[in-house]
């Protein structure tokens, strides 16, 4: 037997995570007697898309399954999707209907030299994330925000903004309050790459390593959340300045799909603006000084 079609296999995934967040009160239903899921029975959620339970099993378990534009409407009404979830959804299904083609475009990702040179004349944090969160290019002032490790001195496939996240030894932000979010922000993005390509191997190195040594990561990558576009608020824990509570924003570069700015900013004149004023200056006087101290070319 043929292995399942990769995006067909997304597509159960995704199914079954939002099944498993419905409670039967949820969409009217009696919770009945002693129940062994906390959320719908695929049969339940079966009846309520107007499908039979082997049709919508047979989705669940990524086998083959052509479902139309008519039975995904159902289930997203059935599964009380948003927006951005039921694009997900049609998206998933679409690429199912679809054979893989034989050879997908995994060329190297690359920062155009105009956007090298953006970066350096922002006075505003900003980074450039591949589509799987590698860190690609940074400025002199996220480079102070981020800190430890030293991004010009870090391996480079280490580079990746999940993996950063989800390792305690470089970071203390799981003390922040509101850590999960951003967590689950970044985990969102990667779910939207994974999407478009489910057997990158980028993407199944990164997911792969995290799900074995975070459980963390379990917990927050089977709620399948997805993010179409980010942005929000991070919180940057420095000792040198205090906390410093930046939003943020992201802004596509030319590709398909292909990189993108993440761009860090306060409001003017606000505490927080002070506080990345300073850490920027900080962060100057001890390069100047790191150049004073390095040995000279002969």
């Known amino acids: 037997m043929s292995s399942p079609h990769p995006y067909a296999r997304e597509l159960g995934d995704f199914l079954r995570a939002r099944r498993g967040r419905l409670r039967p009160h949820d969409v009217g239903l009696e919770p009945g007697g002693r129940r062994k899921v906390t959320g719908l029975r695929r049969e339940e959620l079966a009846l309520l898309a107007g499908l039979s339970t082997d049709y919508y099993q047979r989705m669940e378990q990524g086998r083959e399954v052509r479902p139309s534009d008519e039975v995904l409407d159902a289930l997203a009404g059935a599964l009380g999707l ?45 980074v450039v994330l591949g589509r799987h969160l590698d860190l690609l290019d940074w400025n002199p002032m ?21 993996l950063l996240m989800f390792d ?4 203390g932000e799981r003390s922040c309050p509101d850590w999960e979010r951003q967590a689950l922000d970044y ?61 943020w ?13 993440l761009v860090f900013t306060a409001e003017p004149g606000s505490a927080d603006a002070d506080r990345l004023q300073l850490l920027a200056s900080l962060h100057a006087t001890r390069s100047a000084r790191a150049d004073e101290h390095a040995p000279q070319a002969r």
């Open 82 to 126: 948003d927006d951005k979830e039921r694009r997900h959804l049609f998206a998933l299904a679409r690429a199912a209907r679809r054979p893989m083609p034989e050879r997908v475009n995994r060329d190297p990702e690359r920062v155009p030299d105009s956007t090298r040179r953006l970066l350096r004349v922002m006075d505003t944090p900003a």
């Open 142 to 162: 996220a480079q102070a925000l981020l800190g430890d490790p030293d991004p010009d001195t870090y391996p480079p496939d280490r580079l990746n903004m999940l």
């Open 168 to 171: 305690d030894t470089l970071t």
């Open 187 to 247: 985990i969102g993005m990667m779910r939207a790459a994974v999407a478009t390509d489910p057997t990158h191997p980028r993407a199944t190195a990164i997911v792969g390593e995290l799900s074995i040594r975070s459980a963390e990561f379990r917990r927050l990558w089977a709620r399948h959340d997805v993010r179409e576009s980010a942005g929000g608020t991070k919180t940057f824990r420095v000792p040198e300045v205090g906390d410093i509570v930046l939003d």
């Open 249 to 261: 924003d992201t802004y596509p570069l030319p590709g398909s799909p292909g990189p993108i700015m």
